[in-house]
């Protein structure tokens, strides 16, 4: 699904974001990408989006050589993938329902088809009673619930979320990552930028460990803390 | 995926598109205005110019029109003498038309000018030379032709409104370039003041684009409400000047003609309906593509 090879980014004041990072994340999967702030675990899932091009190496997402696309062919590549951020990126003057419908009009989709997604989609993230209240009459995990939700109203292979939980208090944060691992489960593949420790340690899912811009390891079923997964599996 | 079935029309579709211009357009209520007033006092400046102008190209071809050369025999000139100026006169192609006036009419026209005004019945011989009245087919050629009678054998005398002719030849060459240069510049105002409102417009919903980014919609969708702004304020303001601009000649044309009746302006015969859609089509681009630059910039960055 994701394929990255030798992924370089420099940013233009010269910082170096990533450092000739290569992965490989299969269909289906569910992975952590985790590491200190700044360790460019945003600026690898702005790549996947194509919100940025690499400096240097491959990036394939979905098939797409997404380092090589040409600008016109973005809005294509974005309506195959779902994007989640920690501020929720909601409408405030748009209900849930307008919110999710919006991912929809605004690519041109028939209305009935608008009409036939748009519940099915509330409906995953359990938010179909709520669908004529507006963003700032919610929760932060309802918030985030609506986004989740627009992110997937196109049935997306690929859910990319930075920071879902950032704004969250434990118990929402349990809710959207109880969420996504339904959402997983229905066959699409999420990537999950965190440094949410606890959420991590209790999914016990791969974990691709950022550092300095460079990957420093990859563990199936890994903990947040290296140490304490070394630890864990040592002793267990 | 979903877009299947876009041959039909879709209702929801252009439902919610419309809805999008029409936030688009109040949401930036006083902008708006400032951009509609705008173009519509450019629309004004624009229009009395083009209307000024075709009534003075009207006018000026009345004038030219007018143009005549008089070219005097010599008084001692025999009749067949005449008839070689005569001949010479129809010889050449940039003449129109050639009258002959002989003596006796010349007085007889002078008579009934002067009438009242000198007492023409004191004149007991007549002082007047046989002339020809000629008349040019281009203008710009009078001065050239007037020349060349001059040097025909046995006229003794050429005359023509010498000062008058290059004065409004010189004003015709120079009414063009300017025209141009401040068609363009009211143009260039009012477009940068639409694409400021746009830009107003795009900064305060780029949210709503950076989603509309986000979940994949193309540039042009992104693009198409703010040129439906933009032609709208464009078509506003216009529709505003248009209205102004008809009382204004409704009520003002009048009383310039009967203020200033030697003013030579014929408004009669400009074409006021071509002028408006001309006006029209002018408001309409500047404001589309105004916008089209104003997000196009934003979608860039």
């Not at chain 1, 965190?194 to 959420?199: G, L, R």
């Not at chain 2, 795009?202 to 980014?213: D, G, K, L, Y």
Request: with cysteine; hydrophobic share 45%; charged share 20%.
């Amino acid at each position: 699904m994701i394929s990255l090879r030798g992924v370089s980014l420099v940013y233009p004041n010269g910082v170096r974001a990533l450092d000739n990072v290569s992965l490989e994340i299969g269909k289906g999967e569910f992975v952590f990408l985790v590491g200190h702030s700044g360790t460019g675990k945003s600026s690898l899932l702005r790549l996947l989006y194509r919100e940025m091009g690499p400096s240097s190496g491959h990036i394939i997402v979905d098939g797409i050589r997404v380092d090589r696309l040409a600008r016109g062919r973005i809005p294509a590549l974005r309506r195959h993938l779902g994007v989640v951020f920690q501020d929720y990126k909601l409408l405030n003057d748009k209900t849930v329902w307008e919110n999710v419908a919006f991912a929809l009009q605004v690519t041109g989709a028939h209305t009935r088809d608008v009409q036939r997604q748009v519940p099915r989609a509330l409906d995953l993230v359990g938010l179909g009673h709520k669908s004529r209240m507006y963003p700032d009459e919610l929760s932060g995990g309802e918030q985030q619930r609506t986004a989740i939700a627009r992110a997937l109203v196109n049935n997306p292979k690929l859910l990319l979320c930075d920071e879902p939980s950032g704004n969250l208090d434990p118990a929402n944060t349990t809710e959207i990552m109880e969420l996504l691992r339904r959402i997983n489960l229905k066959g699409t593949t999420v990537l999950v930028a965190t440094h949410n420790q606890a959420v991590v340690d209790r999914m016990r899912r791969r974990v691709v460990r950022l550092d300095n811009g460079r990957v420093i390891t990859d563990e199936e079923r890994g903990y947040y803390f290296l140490g304490l997964g070394q630890d864990q599996i040592l002793s267990g | 995926m979903k877009n299947e079935g876009t041959t039909s029309l879709d209702w929801g579709r252009i439902r919610f598109f419309l809805g999008e211009v029409q936030r688009n357009f109040t949401r930036n209520a006083g902008m708006q205005i400032t951009a509609i007033g705008t173009v519509a006092v450019t629309i004004v400046m624009l229009g009395v110019f083009l209307y000024a102008r075709s009534a003075f190209i009207h006018a000026e071809s009345g004038i030219f029109n007018q143009i005549e050369i008089s070219a005097y025999a010599d008084p001692s000139a025999t009749a067949p003498q005449e008839d070689t100026i005569r001949t010479a006169l129809a010889k050449d192609p940039r003449i129109l038309s050639v009258t002959f006036v002989p003596k006796r009419e010349g007085l007889a026209q002078m008579r009934r000018l002067m009438r009242g005004e000198i007492d023409t019945s004191l004149l007991t011989e007549n002082p007047l030379p046989d002339k020809f009245r000629i008349r040019v087919r281009d203008a710009q050629e009078v001065p050239a032709v007037a020349q060349s009678i001059s040097r025909l054998p046995h006229v003794q005398n050429v005359e023509y409104g010498r000062q008058v002719v290059q004065r409004l030849l010189q004003l015709a060459a120079v009414m063009r370039p300017v025209g141009i240069a401040v068609i363009v510049l009211f143009l260039l105002v009012a477009g940068i003041i639409i694409s400021n409102t746009i830009r107003l417009t795009v900064f305060a919903r780029r949210r709503e684009i950076s989603i509309m980014q986000l979940v994949g919609a193309t540039n042009m969708y992104i693009r198409m409400p703010f040129i439906c702004e933009g032609l709208l304020a464009g078509i506003a303001g216009t529709a505003i000047a248009v209205g102004a601009l008809a009382l204004a000649r409704a009520s003002l044309v009048p009383k310039i003609a009967s203020a200033l009746p030697w003013l030579p302006i014929n408004t009669v015969a400009i074409d006021v309906s071509a002028l408006v859609l001309e006006l029209f089509a002018v408001g309409a681009a500047v404001g589309a593509v105004a916008s089209w630059i104003a997000v196009g910039r934003y979608l860039r960055a």
